[in-house]
């Protein structure tokens, strides 16, 4: 078994009512980690929303939270937030409104301790909106993304799905200085420039005293692509992005559905 097991959420470790098999989840980490295994949780979710999935286990997850931005060790000792500066967010604001098609299900800021949301952008999922607010309180409104002032660790945009590839697009060939990435839903993280789950993977392994060929990762979307390159030992979900399985990466013996995550970990145990 690797001594390093990370994992991305949606659509990989949790199945597609957002929840995961608990009982399973107890029986699995205790073993693994008993036997010194390290677990990372490796997702575009904001770490309030990882921490709240992990409630009762959060001394055995490790966490690399919004893509990338957000490190929190289980043993408390690493824990940084990588922001945006005032001139990426006015960058990316720009960027935007290059944009023909413009983000139909919203525009959300997270901040480490604040939701905001950018006026004029259509409706931001209502069932998202009640979540989050349990997590942060209602979100605060703003004109537009010059004009936040607090910290960000990212940004998601809802786009439908052909305009979210479109804008990942356009940020890369642009010279403004962040990351765009999306796990091929509609949905799009932007983060500082040099943000993705990969960096900070390196940053937790380095805190656990690991190296990349020591990690098995889980993925299923495109924005997972960099872990998984990383990971000595990658693992893609059946159910992956069709994209995914050009790469001749190993398969989850079940899908996000039937705890493929942790079965795979299981039986490599």
């Not at 040099?194 to 098995?216: I, T």
Request: aromatic share 8%; charged share 20%.
């Amino acid at each position: 078994m690797p001594r390093f097991v990370a994992t991305d959420l949606d659509g990989t470790f949790l199945n597609d009512k957002k929840q995961y098999n608990r009982d399973l989840f107890a029986q699995v980490i205790n073993a693994y980690t008993a036997n010194g295994g390290q677990f990372i949780v490796a997702s575009g979710r904001d770490l309030r929303h990882v921490q709240m999935l992990f409630g009762g286990f959060l001394d055995k997850v490790n966490i690399v939270a919004d893509n990338g931005a957000t490190l929190l060790s289980a043993d408390q000792q690493l824990s940084d937030r990588l922001t945006m500066t005032p001139e990426q967010l006015a960058d990316l604001q720009d960027q935007i409104d290059l944009m023909p098609g413009k983000p139909h299900g919203g525009v959300m800021i997270f901040s480490p301790d604040e939701l905001l949301v950018v006026r004029g952008y259509g409706q931001v999922p209502p069932a998202f909106v009640t979540m989050m607010a349990e997590l942060y309180g209602q979100p605060r409104e703003v004109a537009s993304l010059r004009d936040v002032d607090v910290p960000v660790v990212k940004v998601t945009a809802f786009w439908t799905l052909v305009e979210s590839e479109t804008f990942v697009d356009q940020v890369k060939q642009s010279d403004i200085d962040v990351h765009a990435t999306t796990p091929g839903n509609g949905v799009v993280d932007v983060m500082a420039t040099g943000v993705n789950k990969a960096v900070s993977l390196e940053r937790m392994l380095v805190h656990l005293g690991g190296e990349p060929n020591e990690l098995m990762a889980f993925g299923d979307g495109m924005n997972d692509q960099e872990m998984l390159t990383l990971a000595g030992q990658p693992v893609i979900m059946p159910n992956a992005d069709k994209r995914l399985f050009e790469y001749g990466y190993a398969v989850a013996i079940a899908d996000n559905n039937h705890d493929g995550v942790l079965k795979t970990i299981a039986k490599k145990g």
